[in-house]
């Protein structure tokens, strides 16, 4: 199994900044792929970004392409979500979550991190 934790939610002011960080223990040698997703209220969970714990195939979805910018760390096995010219829109709770396989789901997420843009 992978454990995920997410920090660095909070409450930030449009226009700022704010970086995710989440923390995978656990058989992180079977991670595949990590990525983020976001749960506003009344809303269904969607995807944020996404990269090969390669480093490689990087995706980001329309609404955050050129403002929020996934990395990794592999040696610490943490997770970067950097949000930059953050939007009232992007208020949410962020998750973080691994695949293990090629094909599938993701198979393990964090618990979430409050993110709330105030405008």
């Known amino acids: 199994q992978v454990q995920l934790v997410e920090s660095g939610g909070g409450l930030v002011q449009a226009g700022g900044s704010l970086r995710l960080s989440c923390a995978a223990s656990?058989?992180?040698?079977?991670?595949?792929?990590m990525g983020w997703f976001r749960q506003a209220p009344g809303k269904e969970r969607e995807f944020v970004a996404a990269m090969a714990w390669s480093g490689a195939s990087t995706v980001y979805a329309d609404s955050v392409k050129g403002r929020f910018a996934i990395s990794r760390d592999n040696a610490k096995n943490m997770v970067y979500l950097q949000m930059n010219t953050l939007k009232p829109e992007d208020t949410a709770v962020y998750y973080c979550?691994?695949?293990?396989?090629?094909?599938?789901?993701?198979?393990?997420w964090g618990q979430g991190t409050q993110v709330t843009v105030s405008s």
């Open positions: 656990g058989r992180t040698f079977s991670i595949y792929r």
């Open positions: 979550a691994v695949k293990t396989r090629v094909q599938g789901q993701y198979d393990y």
